[in-house]
């Protein structure tokens, strides 16, 4: 999903990119949290919150053309009852930073004690 950086992460790589400062990289692994409200560049969405939820660690494949995809399944079990509509990505500092945010394709609506997985390769990033 392009243009979907946050405010710090679009710092963050302007920084490296134009060799100013030293700008630290995002402690991992890269955790992936599920919304019930999304947020925008400056401000984080409302996380779901309850039953077993916790967020899931983040593995990619290298980039490619720009772009990336998960090289894992994320799966989360135990979901409290909730309607997920977007994602955000942290990274798993003591005080997490986040990094990226997004709608999903379609919300999903579930029922408490389900649970909501993303396949290898069906969660994609890009910078365009």
């Not at 405010?7 to 030293?22: P, S």
């Not at 135990?78 to 990505?89: D, K, L, N, R, S």
């Given at each position: 999903m392009a243009d979907n950086l946050s405010?710090?992460?679009?710092?963050?790589?302007?920084?490296?990119?134009?060799?100013?400062?030293?700008p630290t990289r995002p402690t991992t692994p890269l955790k992936v949290a599920l919304l019930t409200a999304i947020g925008d560049d400056a401000t984080a969405g409302t996380e779901v919150a309850g039953g077993a939820y916790t967020r899931q660690s983040l593995a990619v494949a290298a980039a490619a053309g720009g772009a990336t995809t998960n090289s894992a399944d994320l799966l989360w079990t135990?979901?409290?009852?909730?309607?997920?509509?977007?994602?955000?990505?942290w990274d798993n500092a003591s005080t997490p930073v986040r990094l990226w945010y997004g709608p999903l394709d379609a919300s999903q609506t579930l029922p408490a004690g389900s649970e909501f997985k993303i396949t290898a390769g069906g969660f994609g990033l890009s910078i365009s």
């Open positions: 405010n710090t992460a679009e710092n963050l790589l302007m920084d490296w990119l134009n060799g100013v400062g030293t135990g979901m409290p009852a909730c309607t997920i509509v977007g994602w955000e990505i």
